[in-house]
T-cell receptor, first 119, second 112 residues
Framework: GAGVSQSPSNKVTEKGKDVELRCDPISGHTALYWYRQSLGQGLEFLIYFQGNSAPDKSGLPSDRFSAERTGGSVSTLTIQRTQQEDSAVYLC?????????????????FGPGTRLTVL | KQEVTQIPAALSVPEGENLVLNCSFTDSAIYNLQWFRQDPGKGLTSLLLIQSSQREQTSGRLNASLDKSSGRSTLYIAASQPGDSATYLCAARGTGRRALTFGSGTRLQVQP
């Protein structure tokens, strides 16, 4: 079956502009995660969605970053007033499993990422 | 706060060699640990997942072990091939926090 897809694959923008990154998780996966991979910081968690629960936003670096997940499927990560330090690869992942620990493996499957360059 | 460390940062071996990649984590309260492979310019490919109750998992030439008490995991690659060249990342999922905490990776080069 289809894996996690992300669009666009590459995005070049000017400092101060807003950008939207899209993630399509694996069908049936209830959990969706956004991570960021940059040279200086490695791979870091941004935000997590699980079903209809309130998202875990604890990894968002500033209030310029926001994300939503519509209909429990597609997610959009929005970065407002982009800065050069926002340049990174933004990775999306999804997993199956519910709110109760135990049983499901919660194995995360990643998309190919969106490479964001802020000039 | 969970911290994950991978040693070595880079490794170059001749084809056919067996090798071990190391991963250590500071908080033993993990739910599972995942090993990934990342090729240049690509996303992450899940290789193996070990639940906290398990000691090891095997897939083909790959074997991953987990020792929660010592905060360590190893990825063993048997009979390495040039196609194994990539960056290998380990990541721990906490019992409370759903997100993964990643190590910085080991960049592997297998020479033909």
């Amino acid at each position: 079956g289809a894996g996690v897809s992300q669009s666009p694959s590459n995005k070049v923008t000017e400092k101060g502009k807003d950008v939207e990154l899209r993630c399509d998780p694996i069908s049936g996966h209830t959990a969706l995660y956004w991570y960021r991979q940059s040279l200086g910081q490695g791979l870091e968690f941004l935000i997590y969605f699980q079903g209809n629960s309130a998202p875990d936003k604890s990894g968002l670096p500033s209030d310029r970053f926001s994300a939503e997940r519509t209909g429990g499927s597609v997610s959009t990560l929005t970065i407002q007033r982009t800065q050069q330090e926002d340049s990174a690869v933004y990775l999306c992942a999804s997993s199956s499993g519910g709110a109760v620990e135990g049983g499901p493996r919660y194995e995360q499957f990643f998309g190919p990422g969106t490479r964001l360059t802020v000039l | 706060k969970q911290e994950v460390t991978q040693i070595p940062a880079a490794l170059s071996v001749p084809e056919g060699e067996n090798l071990v990649l190391n991963c250590s984590f500071t908080d033993s309260a993990i739910y599972n640990l995942q090993w990934f492979r990342q090729d240049p310019g690509k996303g992450l490919t899940s290789l193996l997942l070990i639940q906290s109750s398990q000691r090891e998992q095997t897939s083909g030439r790959l074997n991953a072990s987990l020792d929660k008490s010592s905060g360590r995991s190893t990825l063993y690659i048997a009979a390495s091939q040039p196609g194994d060249s990539a960056t290998y990342l380990c990541a721990a999922r906490g019992t409370g926090r759903r997100a993964l905490t990643f190590g910085s990776g080991t960049r592997l080069q297998v020479q033909p």
